[in-house]
C-alpha cells in the first residue's frame, strides 16, 4: 500500500478502512503559561519531532474554575454560561486556530477536553468533598453540572468550527472508588452525554475513559463517540475483549503509561506494542497510552517507541500469541488528567 499522509492514515483507522500502518501516538502535558501562541508551538514541537499521527492539545490553559473553591452550596450559583471564545476558552480556540494553519491538511488535531463531573470534582476539592455535595447539596449541584455541560458542548463546537478534527473527551469518576455506580449515573454521565453533543461534528471524537482500577466500561460502549480510550494495561480490561464487543469502534491504547515507555528497554517497549496487535491489528486501532505518560518522561525511551514501531511495521506488525504480556499492578488514586 502507498504511504499515507497522518490526516488520511487516522481518517482511514477510524472509519474501518485499511492503513499503510498503524496510527501512533502518545503525549505528556505541557505547561505554556496561558499563551495559545506558546502551545501551540508546544504541540508541534513535541508532536512533530516524534513523527506522530495526532497532534492533541493539553488543557493546561484551563477551564475557568479555580480548584477546591465550592465549599457551601450558594458557591455552585458561581458557576455560570460562559462565551466560548473568550477568556482562557478562547484562547485554547486559538491554540486550533495556530496549529491548523500550520499543518494544514497534513495531520488531524484534538482538543482534550474534561467532563463535567470531573470539573466539579476539582472544584469540589477531591471526591470525598464532592460526595458530600451529593448527599447535601443535589439540586445545586446538578444546577452547576447543567451549566458545565452547555459550555463543554458550546467549546467542543467552537473548537471544531476552528478546525479541530476531533476532541478528546476525558470523563472520570467511574473508577478507582470515586463514585458508585448510582451517583455516577446521575450525576456524571447525563452531563458527559449532554456535553458531547458539541463533539459531534469531529470524526475523531474520543472518549476516554479515566480510570486505574475498578471500571466497568460497559455503561461507555455505546457513547456517541468514534473512538474509545481507556487504559487497557492498568484496568486490565483488554483491547481484544473490547474490540469483540463493540467491532464498530476504533480502539485507542495498548501502552501501559506506567510501562516500559517510561523505563525502557526498547524490547519491552516493542512487545507490548506488538502484543497490542495482536490482539486487534491495525485496523479501526490507533496504538497509544492508556493515558498521560509523565511530564519528565526520559526522551530516550519516547524515540525507543517510535523506531520500534518502524521496526514492528516492517517486519510485519505482529509477533507471539495475543495477550502474552503480563499486566502490572495499577496505579491507585490517580489525580486527573488524562
Known amino acids: 500500500m502507498a504511504s499515507m499522509t497522518k490526516m488520511e492514515r487516522v481518517r482511514a483507522a477510524v472509519e474501518g478502512r485499511p492503513v499503510d500502518r498503524v496510527p501512533f501516538c502518545f503525549w505528556h502535558h505541557f505547561v505554556p503559561h496561558g499563551s495559545p501562541q506558546r502551545m501551540a508551538r508546544f504541540v508541534l514541537d513535541f508532536f512533530g519531532g516524534f513523527d506522530l499521527d495526532i497532534f492533541k492539545i493539553m488543557p493546561d490553559i484551563p477551564y475557568p474554575l479555580a480548584r477546591d473553591f465550592i465549599h457551601a452550596a450558594d458557591d455552585w450559583s458561581y458557576v455560570t454560561r460562559l462565551d466560548p471564545y473568550e477568556g482562557n476558552l478562547g484562547k485554547m480556540v486559538q491554540t486550533v486556530i495556530i496549529l491548523r494553519e500550520q499543518l494544514g491538511d497534513e495531520a488531524p488535531i484534538t482538543m482534550t477536553v474534561f467532563s463535567p463531573y470531573t470539573y466539579a470534582y476539582r472544584a469540589a476539592g477531591g471526591a470525598d468533598r464532592l460526595r458530600e455535595h451529593i448527599q447535601r447539596n443535589p439540586v445545586q449541584l446538578h444546577n452547576a453540572l447543567a451549566v458545565l455541560a452547555l ?49 459531534q461534528d469531529g470524526w475523531l471524537t474520543t472518549l476516554h475513559v479515566h480510570a486505574s482500577s475498578g471500571l466497568d466500561i460497559s455503561p461507555f460502549l455505546d457513547y456517541p463517540a468514534p473512538v474509545l480510550s481507556w487504559s487497557d494495561r492498568l484496568t486490565g480490561i483488554s483491547l481484544k475483549e473490547v474490540r469483540a464487543r463493540v467491532p464498530e469502534k476504533c480502539l485507542m491504547g495498548g501502552i501501559n503509561e506506567a510501562g516500559p515507555i517510561t523505563s525502557g528497554p ?39 517507541a517510535r523506531e520500534a514501531l518502524d521496526e514492528i511495521t516492517q517486519t510485519g506488525g505482529t509477533a507471539g500469541p495475543a495477550g502474552g504480556l503480563e499486566e502490572p499492578a495499577g496505579k491507585e488514586g490517580r489525580d486527573i488528567i488524562t
Request: charged residues 25%.
Open 266 to 304: 526498547k524490547e519491552a517497549i516493542a512487545a507490548e506494542m506488538r502484543d497490542a496487535l495482536d490482539q486487534v491489528g491495525s485496523e479501526r486501532f490507533i496504538l497509544a497510552n492508556g493515558c498521560s505518560i509523565p511530564n519528565d518522561n526520559p526522551e530516550e525511551w519516547m524515540r525507543a
Open 151 to 199: 459550555n463543554i458542548a458550546d467549546f467542543c463546537q467552537a473548537c471544531a468550527d476552528a478546525g479541530a478534527d476531533g476532541i478528546f473527551f476525558a470523563v472520570q469518576g467511574a473508577g478507582d472508588n470515586m463514585a458508585t455506580p448510582a451517583e455516577y449515573a446521575e450525576f456524571a454521565r447525563p452531563y458527559e452525554l449532554m456535553a458531547l453533543q458539541g463533539a
